[in-house]
């Protein structure tokens, strides 16, 4: 990781998470601290930081790039939470399967998707 070099709410492209935890992540030679949405577009900051926060105005940015996402890993934080019925079907109708558990294993299968250039996306609440 490049000393001093901090992620300041969005970096385009595809990029593996490098790590996770202690509030962030790290990814593309850089940090972040907050929770983060990995898309097709790039990595952007994101807002939410409990379960609490998933709601459909979390997922503005997702649904803005339905169309090149199969796949959406919901990282809801150490313990699995379930989305609101209204988030899920909202989301299924950007026609993509929606996933939900604990952001470390959304964070190592999103990883692995990547590397087998799929079309995933993970929504990320940081964990400590």
């Given amino acids: 990781m490049t000393a001093g070099r901090r992620y300041e709410g969005f970096v385009p492209g595809r990029h593996v998470i490098d790590s996770y935890g202690a509030g962030g992540f790290r ?4 940090s972040h601290r907050g929770s983060i949405l990995a898309l097709p577009s ?16 979390a997922f503005v940015q997702v649904l803005a790039e339905a169309e090149e996402i199969d796949t959406l890993l919901v990282g809801t934080g150490k313990e699995i939470a ?4 209204a ?5 299924k109708e950007g026609r993509m399967a929606v996933d939900v558990m604990s952001t470390g294993a959304a964070a190592r299968i999103y990883n692995i998707m990547a590397s087998e ?12």
Avoid: E, I, Y
């Avoid at 990814?27 to 850089?30: G, K, Q, S, V, Y």
């Fill in 27 to 30: 990814f593309a030679d850089m």
């Fill in 42 to 57: 790039g990595v952007h900051a994101w807002s939410a930081t409990t379960p609490a926060d998933l709601t459909l105005d």
């Fill in 82 to 85: 379930f989305l609101d019925d």
């Fill in 87 to 91: 988030v899920r079907a909202r989301l």
């Fill in 117 to 128: 250039n799929r079309r995933a996306a993970a929504a990320l609440l940081a964990v400590d």
